[in-house]
């Protein structure tokens, strides 16, 4: 491939005289290593915020004795997903024990003083699978762009395979064109082949490092999530709520 010119000795030549099919495959690598760290980075800064404000939000919130005081933390801190769930938690509650009101006022009309009201096991199972669906919410929000680096992962080897394979095929060509078979003339053509294949290497380790990396934090995350929504929810038993 390199007759009657200088034969590539670095990479970065090869590349540069690389055939055409060869540099659409870097190309697309190129931007899928982009793409790549840039969702990284952006799973990073979410992850890291999400979980800063929401611990420090709990470090808060267990000092709290009273549900009150809890209420007012939750108000002046920055929103989080911790702040979220606590709120959404005490939405519910008060849904719930105005919903009961009624009922238990329209069952017995006749009482001066109404029962005292308190959410039944349905309610109560109700609330605890909403805090954790809202978790899942949270968790889904911070990593919905982390499917990609899977994809870019198991997919980049095969664009670089594809890579190899155009130039290895392009370099058999070129050696049936000059009738010379010697390593001088093939080396070149399957050097510039297997670039594609380091190349979509180079793209795939770090995509699946991140991958499994990522996504291990946010279980983590999700983790800490539920566990705040069992606090929450073991506050208002204390405080008689439910």
């Known amino acids: 491939m390199q007759v009657g010119g200088a034969v590539p000795s670095t990479p970065v030549e090869l590349v540069a005289n690389a055939t055409l099919p060869t540099q659409i495959v870097l190309g697309v690598l190129a931007f899928l290593s982009l793409l790549s760290w840039a969702i990284m980075f952006g799973v990073w800064r979410s992850l890291a915020k999400a979980t800063n404000t929401t611990v420090k939000f709990w470090r808060e919130f267990e000092k709290a004795h009273r549900l009150e005081e809890a209420n007012a933390i939750a108000k002046r801190s920055p929103p989080s997903a911790g702040t979220r769930l606590f709120l959404r938690a005490m939405h519910f509650v008060a849904d719930a024990r105005v919903a009961t009101q009624h009922t238990l006022e329209m069952m017995t009309p006749a009482m001066d003083t109404p029962p005292s009201v308190t959410l039944t096991g349905s309610q109560l199972e109700t609330l605890h699978l909403l805090l954790d669906s809202d978790a899942s919410a949270e968790r889904d929000r911070i ?13 980049s080897p095969l664009i670089g395979l594809l890579g190899t394979v155009l130039g290895v095929i392009d370099a058999f060509l070129g050696i049936a064109t000059q009738g010379s078979g010697n390593l001088s003339a ?29 996504a291990g934090r946010l279980n983590r995350f999700d983790g800490k999530l539920e566990s705040f929504g069992m606090s929450v929810i073991a506050l208002l038993v204390r405080e008689g709520r439910i």
Request: hydrophobic fraction near 65%; charge should be neutral.
């Open 143 to 155: 990593g919905r762009f982390l499917p990609w680096l899977a994809t870019i992962g198991s997919v």
């Open 186 to 214: 093939v080396a070149p053509g399957v050097a510039e082949a297997l670039i594609a294949t380091a190349a979509a290497l180079a793209v795939a380790i770090p995509a699946t490092f991140g991958y499994n990396i990522f």
